[in-house]
């Protein structure tokens, strides 16, 4: 089984096709970005990009991984972050951070596909990421800043 | 009062401790110190200078002993240091301390007493110090009870002072130059020729110098950083990916293991077949716990799939096996012999009511998870000599002594490393899940092995929030409400939690009225009792607490009773409350809401209010009839705790302690049957999404005096905000949580 991760090619050979990515990326792999919070697709802790779209790699067999996976880390750095995660940085939205990495996910993939979500695109995409600690109210205004600022290619 | 003042005041001497090769400065409250934590590993020529600040020949590190566990509590503590010491946070190395007596909470000590957080007075603030003793006999490095700021914002910033002010000695001596003649900027002394010499290097120098202990705290007016709008210092790593936490720990050939527990939450496993997971793919070890077994295996997938096959003979629950005996329970505790306590009884309000009760009504509230979003972990290195654990806890102390207690060595020689948590409401006040490792630890010698609980086995043995039930009456009389009588039953959460620790609880516990009791109103006949219902299911700090359950419950028979008075809920509210902080947030949420302007059909507000925690917080809930159901619109907020440290986390905090509390009041509730957690994941553990998140306004107020955090104050008006608000747009009176029992909300 061959694995691109964050444009670093794995071969995993000992390893079952019906791990889900998430725990191929976290326990193999060492890949820490993407979280383990419910493993049903209910929180969306664990979304990374699989060809630039946002999925549940909990819900993913390693086995049937069909393009390049990027993650979290590989999204951006803090040297040079994502518009996304420069977006995250400037509102302030981590409380405890823990759904952070899926939320930036979820919402870098929506952009991709929508540059100027309605305030209901926004609500649809981003409903499925549980955030226990409630940061709703600045992810909404991050995803509106991040926007701007990916329409204005600052 | 002054004399009282006067002691407290001098309680909080500096004092300092010679070492080998170095001093260490200390900020002590009782006249013998705890040895200080920090000396252990401390190196060669490097200075502690004080429990809070370690200072090398290569760097500064801020020690932050209350756990993050999202509430931004490094950030917080980085920065009361930091104004003093004159580093920037951004700059310099957090760590948070070793598990140490020398960290007590005093300030949770202010919530053990039977005095109301608005009284300051002599006898309160004396019965405060007194707590003070058990409190750090304890040694309760605790996080909880929005204690943080309380508790370290003079402690943090004189720690601060102290150890500049050490520095400046340290070069004063070195350089021949006046002490009055130097100053301090960015992690650096400066000579009066304008040379900068790094803190750093004068680590060594700074060991040999007798400790500066006379420091004035700088005033208020010049603060650059406490107050001030400032970047988390976490906040990069937790946009990046980047941000390690207990869930993430790596250590040397680590193994990874899962768990399997009697779903009846505390019961025994009579008997386990093993045989089809011992011959799964990566499992090296099937391992026994109390109340379970664990798998131990190459990683963490495996070793879950593992424990999922495993044949379990479970004992049955120890408490009442479906929910109708959990309630009976609580409806048959309204009883004298179980009356806990009775701290609020006016006027005669039996003569008051007899007969005469204008509302008589019960109200419910289930049992709740408090599921921060990364489950409960912990890796364990176990050895016959030593032992080490990784994990996000509130507990360090309880964590190292069960440990201890375990694997039979000494609490010195189990050395406890805090994690980063994802979030935690009080669940990391609890450590099961250390035990459990630890026990597993134990099998592999020498291997570390990180234990992650799947979500439905943290879910299913969650400690959740009380479940708890009240029975209100009141009369009202002219337009004005004059009568008031709240019983509240619910089984102690302080003699479950601390029962686990096997720490005493003796007398009443307050968190059966907290919430309640406590309230700044004057009715002339005003009584609030509270019933000791007997130990049900294993209950557990849930953020707020007591006043989680009791601000619904007082509130909402408050505004009940406005109504039925035919009065205004703010006007009236208002003209009862004796306490003036308290009416700044109501006015405050009135002025912000346009209250009593006109509204469109189908539309409603509520208004709530609930001192908790010394904190009075007010909300107003706006809500709109769709033709679907009803939307939670908008949410007007105001808190008032003595001084806003940062004013950021100021407002994440309000608006998540709001969306906590409205989500749970919505949607939430654990139900058990055949002894079990029927809510196993967040499918049927519901609580807030964003589309059904209002728009949160905030503010801040700063006139209350003492200093208070406000992790919880927000928690409790919000469920009684939101079913005052569903009654003025619906006419319907919701009584029991949660709501989507009888109304549908859409998003
Ligand atoms: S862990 Fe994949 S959605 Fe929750
Ligand atoms: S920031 Fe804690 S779960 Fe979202």
């Not at chain 2, 505390?266 to 045989?275: E, K, M, N, P, V």
Request: aromatic share 6%; with cysteine.
């Amino acid at each position: 089984m061959r694995l691109t991760v964050n444009g670093t090619e794995h071969t995993l050979d000992d390893l079952e096709p019906e791990m889900p990515l998430l725990w191929a990326l976290r326990d193999v792999l060492g890949v820490h970005g993407p979280k383990y919070g419910c493993g049903i697709a209910e929180c969306g802790a664990c979304t990374v990009h699989i060809d630039g779209q946002a999925v549940r790699s909990c819900q993913v067999p390693v086995g049937d991984v069909w393009g390049d996976v990027t993650t979290i880390e590989g999204l951006g750095t803090p040297g040079a972050p994502h518009p996304v995660q420069a977006a995250w940085i400037e509102a302030q939205v981590a409380q405890c951070g823990y759904c952070q990495s899926g939320q930036i996910m979820q919402a870098a993939s929506l952009l991709a596909e929508v540059p100027e979500p309605s305030d209901a695109e926004i609500d649809d995409a981003m409903s499925g990421n549980l955030c226990r600690c409630g940061t709703y109210p600045r992810i909404r205004a991050a995803v509106k800043a991040a926007a701007r600022a990916m329409r204005e290619g600052t | 009062m002054g004399r009282a003042k006067t002691i407290a005041r001098r309680t909080f001497l500096v004092g300092s401790v010679a070492v080998a090769g170095g001093v260490a400065f200390g900020v002590w409250r009782m006249r013998t110190p705890y040895d200080n934590p920090l000396m252990a590993d401390l190196p060669e020529g490097a200075a502690a200078l004080t429990p809070y600040v370690r200072i090398t020949g290569d760097a500064i590190t801020l020690i932050t002993p209350r756990a993050d566990v999202g509430q931004g509590a490094v950030s917080v503590q980085a920065m009361l240091i930091a104004e003093e010491l004159d580093v920037d946070p951004a700059q310099v190395a957090t760590e948070f301390g070793p598990p140490d007596r020398a960290y007590w909470n005093t300030a949770l000590s202010d919530e053990a007493v039977p005095f109301r957080s608005t009284d300051q007075g002599w006898l309160a603030e004396s019965a405060r110090d007194v707590m003070d003793a058990p409190m750090k006999f304890l040694g309760m490095q605790i996080t909880g009870g929005s204690t943080t700021v309380p508790d370290g914002y003079e402690k943090l910033r004189r720690a601060g002072a102290v150890a500049r002010e050490t520095l400046k000695a340290a070069a004063a001596r070195l350089h021949g130059q006046p002490v009055d003649r130097l100053g301090t900027e960015g992690s650096a002394v400066i000579l009066p020729d304008g040379t900068r010499l790094r803190y750093e290097s004068l680590a060594a120098e700074a060991a040999r110098t007798e400790p500066v202990t006379d420091v004035v705290l700088r005033d208020p007016s010049t603060w650059r950083l406490v107050g001030q709008p400032v970047q988390r210092v976490d906040i990069v790593a937790k946009s990046t990916g980047r941000q390690a936490y207990g869930i993430d720990e790596e250590q040397p050939g680590m193994l990874h293991a899962a768990i399997r527990l009697n779903p009846a939450q505390g019961a025994a496993l009579r008997g386990l077949d093993a045989s089809e997971a011992k011959a799964m793919r990566g499992v090296r070890k099937i391992v026994e716990v109390p109340g379970g077994v664990g798998v131990i295996a190459d990683n963490t997938w495996r070793a879950m799939q593992a424990a999922q096959a495993i044949k379990c003979d479970w004992a049955p629950a120890p408490y009442p096996a479906g929910m109708e005996g959990h309630w009976q329970a609580l409806a048959e505790s309204f009883t004298p012999e179980r009356q806990d306590s009775r701290l609020r009884d006016e006027g005669d309000v039996e003569a008051a009511l007899d007969g005469a009760a204008d509302i008589d009504v019960e109200y419910r509230a289930p049992y709740l998870a408090h599921a921060p979003l990364e489950p409960l972990n912990t890796t364990v290195r176990y050895s016959p000599e030593r032992t080490d654990i990784w994990t996000g806890t509130q507990v360090p102390r309880f964590v190292q002594g069960n440990a201890a207690a375990i694997t039979g060595q000494d609490a010195d020689d189990v050395h406890v490393h805090v994690r980063v948590a994802g979030g935690s409401f009080g669940h990391r006040l609890e450590d099961a899940v250390v035990r459990h490792a630890t026990h597993l630890a134990m099998a592999v010698p020498g291997q570390p092995v990180k234990l992650t609980y799947s979500r439905e086995e943290d879910m299913g043995h969650e400690f959740p929030r009380q479940i708890a039930m009240a029975r209100g009456r009141g009369r009202v009389s002219g337009g004005r409400v004059v009568a008031y009588d709240l019983g509240i039953a619910m089984p102690s959460i302080i003699a479950s939690q601390m029962g686990r620790q096997a720490i005493p609880t003796p007398g009443p516990d307050l968190q059966i009225v907290a919430g309640a009791w406590d309230q700044p109103f004057a009715i002339p006949e005003y009584r609030v009792t509270g019933y000791r219902a007997p130990a049900l299911a294993p209950v557990s700090s849930w953020r707020s607490v007591g006043a989680s359950t009791n601000g619904f419950f007082h509130d909402c028979l408050l505004d009940e009773l406005i109504h039925a008075a035919g009065a205004d809920p703010l006007e009236e509210r208002l003209r009862l409350c004796s306490h003036a902080p308290s009416r700044a947030v109501l006015e405050a949420v009135g002025e912000m809401s346009g209250w009593g302007g006109a509204l469109n059909a189908g539309q409603g507000r509520g208004i709530g209010f609930c001192l908790s925690f010394g904190v009075p917080c007010a909300q107003v809930v706006e809500v709109r009839e769709t033709g679907d159901g009803l939307r939670v619109a908008r949410v007007w907020v105001a808190a008032d705790v003595g001084r806003i440290v940062d004013p950021v986390n100021f407002e994440a905090q309000m608006q998540g302690g709001v969306v906590w509390g409205l989500g749970h009041a919505m949607h939430g509730a654990l139900t058990y049957a055949d002894g079990a957690v029927e809510q196993q994941n967040f499918d049927t553990f519901r609580s807030m999404r964003l589309r059904e998140c209002p728009e949160i306004v905030v503010r801040g107020l700063e006139t209350a005096g003492k200093i208070r955090g406000i992790g919880e104050p927000p928690v409790p008006p919000a469920a009684p905000a939101l079913a005052n608000a569903i009654f003025a747009a619906t006419g319907q009176r919701l009584r029991e949580m949660p709501f989507d029992r009888e109304v549908a909300f859409v998003g």
